[in-house]
């Protein structure tokens, strides 16, 4: 493979890199700000736990960080990008390029918020008949950990996508992409989560509690992974988002090649 195939190939990994992670962990993101906001209201969340929180939201920046102010293999950094398509976007900066992108999984986690509050119910009921206190609270910091662990599985799963797809060594795609990985934030929050509640990673839900979160976690995967959802979040951001366009006419074009891309996709998926 000559180099200039190579980079093209992780041009187009980039793309699907960025679309994947871009719902699944922003939208991640989402509902643990949801849950930290109902985690302090329960009695014991002070200096520890308190601690052990704001670890979580320090990887988080870092990762941001990481993201936007990448000295290699940037993905946020305007001024890389070819003529062709920086010239779609007006006079925005890189962490403005940065807060768009990272809009797409606000834009899921409202199109898939039922399944997010269902999954929270089951948690809930589960927690309940162990006797948990604080179960509504406690039960939403788990959906946090549940959805941060399904991004990093998504973050895989996309990896392995791109090897299949793009026939490219796993190395380069973990070098070039592993900055998308929320691995260590969810490393921190179920350190917050046990500090919170201690004894929640060793609590064993009955057979029906187990198979009713297990199905609730099944259907928000499916719903993550749905290319209606990754395409349509993408859209909507888009619409939502003029100020971050040229022109008018730029930011159509751009809805109609998502628009594209989507179609396409579902087609693919329907002859398989």
Known sequence: MTYEETVKR??????VMKLITGVANNAAWRCALEAHD???HCPNYRQGVKRA???CFRALHEYERRLIYASENRMF????MSDRVRKKYGPISDREYYD????TGQEAYQRTEPLITSLQNKYKLSLEREG?????NVAWVMVAMAALDLAVNMYRRAIDECITGYQLPRKMLESVFGQFSLHDVADRWRKALIALCPGTDHITPSDLD???????LEQLCQAWADPTVLYNSAMDTVAEYQEIFRTKGEQKKSLREIAEVRDETMKELENE
Do not use: S
Not at 77 to 80: E, F, G, I, P, V
Not at 100 to 103: E, I, K, M, Y
Not at 132 to 136: G, I, L, M, R, T
């Open 100 to 103: 768009f992108w990272a809009a």
């Open 38 to 40: 109902r985690a302090r």
């Open 53 to 55: 929180f704001r670890e």
């Open 132 to 136: 948990v206190a604080e179960a509504y």
């Open 10 to 15: 992780l041009g187009n990994a980039a793309a």
């Open 210 to 216: 187990e198979r009713n979160i297990e199905l609730g």
């Open 77 to 80: 950094h305007l001024a890389d």
